[in-house]
């Protein structure tokens, strides 16, 4: 076979793999329930604005309480906003923060796994006793105390997940890279010279990728949840930004006037967390069938 | 092999074991709580921070030292404002400058601190009164000259001059509590949270920190008693919050939300009184005029103009409550009839633009309860109107009700601020807090005004009642001039509580713990 026709071939095959993969997630049905609600999730947030003509943070005190109809498919809040703008707008910063917390976590997680992993064993015992150390402390009070010094914001929120998450991750990866530290092909690339850097990019990092991948994702509704509470609690996306959390708080305090608040904040959460799980425990069973027959 | 060594210690084991004393545990201490009488449980908005009555920091931490150490007298319940004896005997006003009191004869402080006297009456007034002492209830005594000790149980109140809301705002409040002074001085001159030589009719048993406050009846407590054998203080910031743990059987007494009212009166919980009583509260937006950028006065004058405070209220309070033309609610001397600068969108904007300020962003901060929220993000929409980004900032109480305080370093930093302030039945008590010497402790806005601190000292010697009225709405005129407030609400108070209890409850729907009865 010629370079150009191997060249041509690889894109071929990394299609026939997705969509092997996507026939796969289609056929288990909690999958395809995840996939479809992770679908509809992520195209509501992004066509916010054209699904819906209200602003979300546009007030109209004087249609306080407004239940479901036609001009408002969710029903107002207690300042009269629109729900249905809010939820949707809502789920654009909470999966930004569960995107952009989970990739960050991610990059930290391999980085310093990987020095853990390949590093010395001193270092290697230090960063262990780090990543236990954060792990100890509980997620919430974690938050509290650092919201407190930096005061709510999503920035703070971001930093929270990312302090939470990495260790997990880092973990993972230096349990896999002290495995293949001494598989045959690092040894062979080290005694041809191969810098310490080219190791861990070229013959590591591809070799520990795919288990924290579906971890991650498996991640995202865990993330989605600790934005939620944070902003329920008022800790963290600031008014008047829409977050599902902040909703479930404004739902929360005026339940006696208006359930409609509850539902719209906490529906949302429920169907994230459920599309991205069933998802992420289906890409599991695809990339790892042992478990499930394990299962 | 022994017995012993025959028991199966599994994880399930010792996990069913743990759970089954810990049911045993609760179940105890219920029946032992059900077993000790009778017991009030009430809500307060904030939990406390301090037991020293020359020190407290809000109403709540009042309350309970109002039951705990006994005062020369206590405001009494009902729909008008008076006072009745509680450590005195006897108590009368010989003329505008001299009061008698004698003690009762019996009252003594818990921790082998002996018996009340005339001796801890001057030292807790003069303490207070101090200036050395930096209270900031210094001005519930500020025409004090000294208290003589006439024998073991009387003395003479000496005031320098007459001083007009003495019956009305300093003596029945916790601003005349007795301290032992042998406890205060052994404990390094000021209380914490732990008291000591208490001597009211309760005692504090037990304080959880946001949790709840366990108030217990003083077996030597001789005279009146509380209703209850036990009252339970829960510390619940949000009344919606309170609301919901009211209705799930949580609570016999709380204040509702504002906006909570008019549905809690047309659907009220099963067993229920709601009642809603005029308050005395102010609530406004304040500005820091030293914090850039509010050091520009064209700033604080836009914001003025630019917030409507109709839909500020409206938004919080869904209607239930009134705008404010100042901080002397009506009824009371001094209350104005309107505002200088009313809403004006276009003028704010003017200002904003001279001020150079377009698309500038401060921080607005705010306890964290439904209500302010809500009026907040009205300000801040208002604000975005005319170019002013406004972030909110939400604390808990401990935080928020530091944030001015010149211990905390963000006092000079504070850049807007919403907030609320209780009051007593006399308009000095409203204008107290913004006289240049609070600066630091209760004046966040760092306003500061030689005509109006003037006015404060000679508004509370002046006893006709139609100068004072001149006066004290002066000082509104003043504080408004310097563009650091803009006035929002008096609120209205509402109250609910179960009809098995008959509550004591003050004019403006303060509770009085201890002239809570069973109905």
């Known amino acids: 076979m010629s370079e150009q026709a191997l060249i041509e071939r690889q894109p071929r095959e990394r299609i026939g793999k997705a969509g092997r993969v996507l026939r796969r997630i289609l056929r288990e049905p909690l999958g395809a329930f995840g996939l479809a609600l992770v679908v509809i999730v992520v195209l509501s947030a992004l066509f916010a604005d054209v699904l819906t003509n209200y602003p979300p943070t546009k007030l109209a005190p004087a249609d306080r309480f407004a239940p479901a109809s036609l001009q408002h498919l969710l029903g107002t809040d207690h300042l009269g906003r629109d729900l249905f703008s809010r939820v949707l707008h809502g789920g654009r910063i909470a999966l930004a923060i569960a995107l952009g917390a989970t990739g960050l976590s991610l990059i930290g997680g391999i980085v310093l796994g990987l020095i853990a992993g390949y590093g010395p064993r001193w270092l290697d015992n230090l960063m262990l006793l780090l990543f236990d150390a954060i792990k100890s402390f509980p997620t919430v009070m974690l938050a509290l105390t650092l919201v407190t010094l930096t005061g709510p914001s999503l920035l703070a929120v971001l930093i929270v997940v990312v302090l939470v998450n990495v260790p997990g991750y880092a973990r993972i990866i230096r349990t896999q890279t002290l495995v293949l530290k001494s598989a045959e092909h690092v040894m062979a690339a080290r005694s041809m010279g191969a810098s310490t850097a080219r190791i861990l990019t070229v013959h590591i990092l591809p070799n520990v990728i795919g288990p924290i991948l579906i971890l991650a994702s498996m991640d995202i509704p865990v993330v989605v949840a600790i934005e939620a509470g944070l902003s329920f609690l008022g800790l963290g996306v600031r008014p008047p930004l829409p977050s599902w959390g902040a909703i479930l708080n404004d739902g929360f305090v005026n339940i006696r006037d208006s359930y409609w608040i509850v539902v719209a904040g906490g529906l949302p959460i429920i169907l994230t967390t459920l599309g991205f799980t069933f998802l992420g425990e289906t890409l599991r069973d695809v990339f790892d069938p042992r478990l499930k027959r394990r299962e | ?519």
């Open chain 2, 1 to 519: 092999m022994t017995k012993a060594a025959n028991i199966n210690m599994t994880r399930r084991g010792v996990l069913a074991g743990a759970g089954a004393l810990s049911l045993a545990s609760l179940i105890y201490s219920t029946k032992r709580s059900q077993a000790a009488g009778s017991v009030l449980r009430v809500r307060s908005y904030g939990d406390i921070q301090t037991l020293d009555p020359a020190f407290r920091l809000a109403a709540p931490e009042g309350d309970i030292t109002n039951v705990i150490f006994a005062g020369l007298v206590v405001a009494t319940p009902g729909d008008s404002w008076g006072w009745k004896p509680m450590a005195v005997e006897k108590i009368e006003q010989l003329d505008p400058l001299t009061i008698a009191f004698k003690l009762r004869d019996n009252i003594g402080f818990t921790d082998g601190f002996g018996q009340m006297t005339a001796e801890d009456v001057k030292f807790s007034i003069e303490r207070l009164a101090d200036p050395a002492n930096k209270s900031p209830y210094a001005g519930d005594w500020a025409t004090l000259k000294e208290v003589e000790v006439k024998d073991k149980l009387s003395g003479i109140i000496h005031l320098s001059k007459a001083f007009a809301p003495l019956w009305t705002s300093t003596l029945p409040t916790p601003s005349s509590t007795i301290l032992s002074k042998r406890a205060v001085t052994e404990a390094g001159g000021k209380l914490g949270v732990k008291p000591v030589a208490q001597s009211g009719p309760y005692l504090l048993k037990e304080w959880t920190p946001k949790q709840r406050t366990v108030l217990v009846r003083n077996p030597d407590w001789k005279y009146e008693q509380g209703g209850y054998d036990e009252i339970h203080v829960h510390p619940i910031e949000d009344e919606k919050t309170a609301e919901l743990g009211y209705e799930a059987g949580d609570l016999d007494y709380t204040w509702t939300s504002v906006s909570s009212i008019k549905r809690l009166k047309e659907t009220p919980p099963a067993d229920t009184v709601v009642v809603e009583k005029p308050s005395l509260a102010f609530v406004w937006l304040g500005m820091n005029q030293i914090a850039a950028p509010f050091d520009n006065p064209d700033l604080r004058r836009a914001v003025q103009y630019g917030v409507d405070r109709k839909a500020v209220v409206d938004a919080a309070y869904f209607g239930a409550a009134a705008t404010s033309t100042g901080i002397i609610a009506p009824g009371l001397i001094g209350h104005r009839e309107k505002n200088l600068y009313e809403y004006d969108p276009d003028k704010a904007r003017e200002l904003v633009n001279k001020a150079g300020a377009s698309g500038v962003t401060v921080t607005l901060d705010i306890l964290n309860k439904a209500e302010r929220l809500s009026a907040a993000q009205v300000v801040q929409a208002n604000l975005q109107d005319i170019g002013i980004n406004v972030e909110i900032k939400q604390n808990d109480s401990g935080t928020f009700w530091t944030l001015g305080s010149k211990q905390n370093p963000y006092y000079k930093k504070l850049q807007m601020v919403l907030s609320r302030f209780s009051m007593q039945p006399d308009p000095s008590w409203a204008t107290e807090w913004y006289t240049t010497s609070q600066i630091g402790e209760w004046n966040w806005e760092q306003f500061s005004s030689e005509e109006f601190d003037k006015l404060v000292t000679e508004g509370k010697i002046e006893l006709d009642p139609a100068k004072r009225d001149v006066m004290y709405k002066k000082m509104q005129d003043l504080m408004e001039e310097s563009g650091c407030y803009v006035f929002l609400t008096h609120e209205v108070t509402g109250v609910m509580y179960r009809k098995s209890v008959a509550a004591g409850l003050k004019p403006n729907g303060e509770p009085c713990f201890a002239d809570f009865k069973p109905a």
